[in-house]
């Protein structure tokens, strides 16, 4: 079992940034992918990011590789999401998850997820 809870979250300028963070409970942790998503109000929600459960690997979804980065600190169970740049478009519900395993773009495949957290970028 993990629980996650998303902070960080809030109102940010167009070209402005924001960090997420996500603190896991549990013990198991480390074994566990974890992924970002996000949902915009009447959109499904949406891949943003994950990375493998020892951060050696990330991906992103097309639409913010270059602008956020994933990172993971397994020693105090967190994943964050550094979100630089920031455009309106990116505005939604930020969510994060934890799949046992690899880690997947297919929101479906994870087991765990967050309440999550409410980004709004304003022009």
């Known amino acids: 079992q993990v629980r996650l809870v998303e902070s960080g979250g809030g109102l940010v300028q167009a070209g402005g940034s924001l960090r997420l963070s996500c603190a896991a409970s549990?013990?198991?942790?480390?074994?566990?992918?974890m992924g970002w998503f996000r949902q915009a109000p009447g959109k499904e929600r949406e891949f943003v990011a994950a990375?493998?459960?020892?951060?050696?690997?990330?991906a992103y979804a097309d639409s913010v590789k270059g602008r956020f980065t994933i990172s993971r600190d397994n020693a105090k169970n967190t994943v964050s999401l550094q979100m630089n740049r920031l455009k309106p478009e990116d505005t939604a519900v930020y969510y994060c998850?934890?799949?046992?395993?690899?880690?997947?773009?297919?929101?479906?495949?994870?087991?765990?997820w967050g309440q999550g957290t409410q980004v709004i970028v304003s022009l």
């Open positions: 990375i493998t459960w020892n951060g050696a690997s990330a």
């Open positions: 549990g013990r198991t942790f480390g074994s566990y992918a």
């Open positions: 998850a934890a799949r046992f395993g690899a880690y997947s773009e297919y929101y479906a495949h994870y087991d765990y």
